[in-house]
């Protein structure tokens, strides 16, 4: 059974359990009205409504077992931090489960703080940014699936959304300009600074990322998930491109702004850099949406060069692409805490002068491999 | 193209206390600045004309919350030129120990910070854990941990606690072990040497001209330490090097603190080897002579020098205090402009800026 069939099994469920009572409300209301009733019942059990239905559960299912990832993966991060930085980490709350709670409670404690907004700031602006920036992140995970069986697919039969891929890496190329949007609006020196180096940033490390990964499609010859992950039953892309692996995974940490090259948020010089002015929910949110970003690039990384959810049968495939994604994130928090923070001027160095010809190489080798047939 | 004045301060994460620097700013590099100090002004120098010569000890304390030993040592110092005391050799040995302890314990506080301002969280919190060593011998020597009220107007307040000579050569053969590493995470570090080689060059003839003392100046070339230059305590007796690098950049003001901490543990072992058995302190007059009095000593962050004035009550007339960083930091302008918005933090966080001593 696939995620579609299993909402459409519930749709179907609580359409009929509804309607048995709709269709015998309107036997006793007078005719017009009953006529109405019966149409409404009539409309809500048509094929198009259930699949809309279908479609709209399956995302919620998705985005609901993403965010509980997102809450593993700030425990991980703020864990792993402590091992690496000599210190404990979250510990009372959640005692048992080594300090698991800790996030809900900060997340309580931010929920109840007041919004402000600053008096010369441009409202829309600033109060439109935190939704997009978090929209589309989410909207990034959308389309990345599990396994086979655990994806958003728009027909019984299972078939991923075509052109998957494309979609994740066009969702998550949005954040830059909500980053400009939010730091331009704020009115702020500082934001505008963070607002402006994000831009600089995402011009320099978004060629290279889409380079290697059209290297990817190019092996795979398809922009979908399930075709991209099938290709690698037998060999990881990650082996065949390694040069392409690498850089992507540095683009990817340019990308989710962790701190080799968090610099639209450089906390020593810019404050907090475009977030300064953002304070309680959207700060958590901020925040969260950082730990969504890392996990929808490691989630990216697991299904374009390692292989997605293929491994040994002993654990499900949908555990396995987990496995993957964590491991890719925890080489991201060990990066983190142990570099300093790149300048921005180095940053577009790094990104022009030595990832965009590395990534260039990299499709070169794409194209050697899949024209000798090795893949 | 659109320039702009940004404020770094006094409430910002780079300022490490409270001091305003104002850049102007071309896009991202830097065309103009202008340091502001003042914030933290507490009246030191008029608050110490009304209370008596040992009560001043713990005001010179909090001076520089970073290295408040040798502020403290540096009034005792200056009162005893000032009077003409003879301090017992024991004394002046544990006090060489103290403020060589003071003087790493600073520069890992330093180095933490600068660690931090540069985003290498790990730096940050290694160093902090570190100085810790130093801060429980500072605790098992004087009971306190931050301003410790340790030297006397003629001698130390207490004799070494048991076994602390055993404790001390311990913490220094730890912190040797600890600097091999930290050479290995700072300067093997690619990144951490992109930020800091040619970043904020300091020429020295503008080092020399601008009164920049300290670290900073060594780095600069010049070859110049009050413990040799001009000695005081036991510091003639004592087999260390002067640390100076050519390079005049903040990679040189890093090396020029690192082989700092080399050295002061160097002295720490002789010290602890030659101490001499004996009193370690002396009963000080009530009274000062009128006169005047002048202490010089080499502070982690440049060159301390307090002046004194007695008028024959138990007060003084007048007590100066030379900070180094308040003069250091008039060469901000020299050294940012032309550099990116990131480097500020790299450039002024290699001066190792301490505001209480600035302001006073």
Known sequence: MNLYEFSYGIIHWLVDLVNHLWYWLGDWLPWALGDFFTAVGDFAASDGHLSVMTMLLETLIIVIVALINVLNFLWIFRKLSGRILDFYGPYYVGYRIGGWLQNLADGMKLFVKEIIVPAKADKVGFLLAPIIYVGSSLLILATIPFSENFGLSTNPSGEYVPAGALFAIAAFAIAPFTILLAGWSSNNKYTLIGGMRSAAQMMSYEIPLLLTVASVFLLAGSFNFVDIVDMQHDIWFAIPLFIGFVVFLVCLMAEVEIIPFDLPEAEAELVEGWTTEYGGMRFGLFYMTTAVRSYAGGALATALFLGGWHGPSFIPDEIWFLIKAYLVFTVFMWVTWSLPRVRIDQMLGIGWKRLLPLAVLNLFIAAVVKSAGWV | ?360
């Open chain 2, 1 to 360: 193209m659109a320039e702009m004045w940004v404020n770094m301060g006094p409430q910002h994460p780079m300022t490490h206390g409270l001091w305003n620097l104002r850049v102007k700013v071309d896009g991202e590099t830097i065309v103009d600045a202008e340091p502001e100090v003042g914030y933290l002004h507490r009246g030191i120098e008029k608050l110490c004309e009304n209370r008596t010569y040992p009560q001043i000890i713990p005001i010179a304390d909090r001076l520089c919350y970073g290295s408040s030993m040798t502020w403290s040592h540096l009034y005792c110092m200056t009162v005893e030129d000032l009077t003409g005391l003879e301090v017992p050799e024991r004394a002046e040995y544990i006090r060489v120990v103290a403020i060589e302890m003071q003087r790493i314990a600073s520069h890992l506080m330093w180095l933490a910070a600068y660690a931090g301002d540069l985003g290498l969280s790990v730096g940050f919190t290694y160093t902090m854990r570190d100085r810790e060593v130093f801060v429980d011998l500072f605790q098992a020597l004087t009971g306190g941990r931050l301003t410790y009220n340790f030297p006397r107007i003629g001698g130390v307040a207490h004799d070494l606690p048991p076994d602390f000579d055993r404790d001390a050569i311990r913490a220094v053969d730890y912190m040797e072990k600890r600097l091999r590493e930290y050479e290995d995470l700072f300067d093997r570090s690619k990144i951490f040497m992109m930020r800091n080689e040619g970043i904020g060059i300091l020429r020295k003839e503008d080092a020399m001209n601008l009164g920049v003392t300290g670290p900073s100046l060594r780095a600069s070339g010049v070859s110049y330490d009050i413990r040799k230059d001009a000695p005081y305590s036991v510091y003639p007796e004592m087999d260390f090097e002067v640390a100076t690098h050519k390079d005049c950049d903040c990679y040189a003001r890093y090396k020029v603190r690192m082989v700092e901490m080399w050295q002061s543990c160097r002295i720490i072992r002789q010290a602890i080897a030659e101490m001499p058995k004996g009193k370690w302190r002396v009963v000080a007059p009530r009274t000062a002579p009128e006169g005047t009095g002048l202490g010089r000593v080499e502070d982690p962050r440049g060159e301390g020098m307090m002046y004194v004035v007695g008028d024959g009550t138990d007060r003084p007339y007048r007590l100066k205090v030379r900070s180094p960083i308040f003069v250091t930091v008039s060469a901000a302008p020299k050294i940012l402009v032309g550099y990116k918005l990131a480097d500020v933090v790299a450039i002024m966080g290699g001066l190792d800026m301490c505001i209480g001593e600035t302001d006073r």
